[in-house]
């Protein structure tokens, strides 16, 4: 099996399982909001369970990207080793700016640290859009050449 079918093959088992985990993608955040508890530990097992499109949206798109972005580290780090260049090291670190990027926008990351949602609808997404454009065309050039 070539390497290029097998990092296809990772990056599309890992798009199915971010889609199929998507009907059980949930946010949870504290009912009494921040800075409104009362002080009590009841107010920490108060929690409501909302489903909203664009969180789950958002989550699925931030986990492609943080797979594509690992795929494009590991193929970045495999060329550096080869090549020993300096624009390999920059490379590098694009993507991992790009791999901490999809992580911090993931919005489970923010529901767990406490935030709401910005309600910004659908430009939530946009940036995750962008990222997954930059991404495939990066990760596309990498494993051509």
Known sequence: MSRVLRIGLAVAFLAIMAIASSGTVMRVYASGGMGRSSGHCED????RWTFDWDF???TILSII?????AVLLTAYIGIYRK????FNL???????TLLCFSIVANPLVS???GYEGSGLGPFFILPDIFALAALSALL??????
């Open 44 to 47: 920490l097992f108060d929690l």
């Open 56 to 58: 789950t949206f958002g």
């Open 65 to 69: 990207n943080m797979a594509l972005a």
């Open 83 to 86: 090549m020993r260049t300096e």
């Open 90 to 96: 920059v490379l590098i670190i694009v993507a991992l």
């Open 111 to 113: 529901a767990v640290l």
């Open 140 to 145: 596309y050039l990498s494993l051509k050449y």
